[in-house]
């Protein structure tokens, strides 16, 4: 993971936007947007994320639960949540997908550095890992950071990951990857309830199925 992530990185093709954190959630493709879903004028790739997270939307419909929002708000002056999202008291609001216009980014340069960082971390690497954390931190107008530990460095990475990624559509796949609970439940209940079980019915009509590892 980490050789990949730097050759993106390294590859001089994209750049980290420091000026504007919503810049990479309109209508152009910034220099961060590795891999972007294209908005047609005919078909509006944002349309349903703009219906359900915006509140300029009649349909409105999602909110950051109370679990993760006490996850990524513990520095209230970073600008990825003073700028990106909004805390209403009773709802909290992401506002990533404000334009109904815009391009999905759907990979993004600060990801590739948070996981450079996960990476040399856990290769041992912590000063690696805490200055690929802190170039993101400095994109979101934050100090440096430092860490007690390699766990300690995980930690912070994750809740950084959480926050820069929030509603990108990562945070529940990087629970599974990391084996982390997930709904309240331990990953010991949790991997039961997101692998289904594969009908025998199923396996006798098709000999190429195989049943999921957990069942």
Partial sequence: AESYADAVIQSGSFLLIDENLTA????????????????????RAANNLFDRFSLNSNNVQLSLSDS??????????????????????????CHKYDNRDMNIPYIRLPE????????????????????????????????????ADKNDLLEIIFKDRSLELSMEGDYFHNLKRLKRPIGGYPWEEAQYKLVFFIPETEIILNPNLVQNDLW
Avoid: C, K
């Avoid at 959630?25 to 078909?43: A, I, K, M, R, W």
């Fill in 24 to 43: 990479a959630y309109g209508t152009n493709v910034t220099s961060e947007n590795v891999f972007t879903f294209l908005s047609l004028p005919n078909d």
């Fill in 112 to 147: 590739m550095y948070l996981i450079r960082a996960e990476s040399r971390a856990n290769n041992g690497n912590l000063d690696g890992g805490l200055a690929d954390l802190n170039r993101i931190r400095q994109r979101a107008g934050l100090s440096p950071t430092d860490y």
């Fill in 68 to 93: 993760f929002w006490e996850l990524i708000s513990g520095e209230s002056n970073d600008l990825r949540l003073t700028i990106l999202h909004e805390d209403f008291g009773t709802a909290r609001a």
